[in-house]
T-cell receptor
Framework: DQQVKQNSPSLSVQEGRISILNCDYT??????FLWYKKYPAEGPTFLIS?????DKNEDGRFTVFLNKSAKHLSLHIVPSQPGDSAVYFC???????????????FGKGTLLTVNP | GAVVSQHPSWVICKSGTSVKIECRSL??????MFWYRQFPKQSLMLMAT?????????EQGVEKDKFLINHASLTLSTLTVTSAHPEDSSFYIC??????????????FGPGTRLLVL
């Protein structure tokens, strides 16, 4: 049972336009959400995060929106650049049963291709 | 800052041998490290959570006797795949959580280790 879903395996946009990557989750206990960017054969790189008490967080070209009632979040990249081409993973965390660790549950990722 | 390294980056071994993968936080102390594996076109699957000085917590379905984890210091965790078989071939990634961060949910990932078992 996949608790974090990225339903679009790929997305292609033109340079300069907006990229919108979507993510849905099912576990209402998730309290922190993150976006990671990953190149082939490399580890994910943290991009941006948002706490469940907020509905928007912005960092430069990247903005994450959270809709708790819909259990949906999205990552907006504007303007998109060719260097943004990578796989983007949505991740969510919940305090585990031990009470001291936050473990991440990842979606399957969306391959973003930004065309020059 | 927040650099995590893994060694080796690639390993090819014969079936039945054991392989050790190291994960180091280079510029911060990590009380907690996580080990993931990723199959092609799949998400990262958490295998275990490693706390410095204590036993690792394994996710359901992960054999603790096959995937031995040691977190001996605040900057080093190791994953040993014992008696490796071809089905263990995968991309193994570690991450570390900076103990100094207030927002402790942010994990920094290593570059990953590609394991191929022949």
């Amino acid at each position: 049972d996949q608790q974090v879903k990225q339903n679009s395996p790929s997305l292609s946009v033109q340079e300069g336009r907006i990229s919108i990557l979507n993510c849905d989750y099912t576990n209402s206990m998730f309290d922190y959400f993150l976006w990671y960017k990953k190149y082939p054969a490399e580890g994910p790189t943290f991009l941006i995060s948002i706490s469940s008490i907020k509905d928007k967080n912005e960092d430069g070209r990247f903005t994450v929106f959270l809709n708790k009632s819909a259990k949906h979040l999205s990552l907006h990249i504007v303007p998109s650049q060719p260097g943004d081409s990578a796989v983007y993973f949505c991740a969510a965390s919940v305090l585990n049963s031990g009470g001291s660790n936050y473990k991440l549950t990842f979606g399957k990722g969306t391959l973003l291709t930004v065309n020059p | 800052g927040a650099v995590v390294s893994q060694h080796p980056s690639w390993v090819i071994c014969k079936s039945g041998t054991s392989v050790k993968i190291e994960c180091r936080s280079l510029d911060f102390q990590a009380t907690t490290m996580f080990w993931y594996r990723q199959f092609p076109k799949q998400s990262l699957m958490l295998m275990a959570t490693s706390n410095e000085g204590s036993k690792a917590t394994y996710e359901q379905g992960v054999e603790k006797d096959k995937f031995l984890i040691n977190h001996a210091s605040l900057t080093l965790s190791t994953l040993t795949v014992t008696s490796a078989h071809p089905e263990d071939s995968s991309f193994y990634i570690c991450s570390a959580r900076d103990r100094g961060l207030r927002l402790q949910e942010t994990q920094y990932f290593g570059p990953g280790t590609r394991l191929l078992v022949l």
